[in-house]
């Protein structure tokens, strides 16, 4: 790993982060989008294996921002936007 990149915040996870997770509790949304340029103190950085496992807490929404490296999966189809957002069902 260079220098450079950031581990994952996840614990025993060494990967690099592809994306930074965000949580804004006033309006029950969580945030996930392409790593911060800089470390955010109230933030998560996730590699690419847990950015597409996250998922929101009950009765919140998520938004997803797509990160310039992904590639669509299984659990990340693609989008045609440059967001989607995942609504508690």
Known sequence: MAMSQRPCSRISCADPAVATLTYVYADSM????????????????????HADRTSAPQGWQIIRHRVFSERPTHNNPGFTGESRVTRPG
């Open 30 to 49: 969580a945030v996930l989008g392409p790593l911060s340029d800089t470390p955010e103190p109230h933030c998560y950085d996730l590699c690419r294996r």
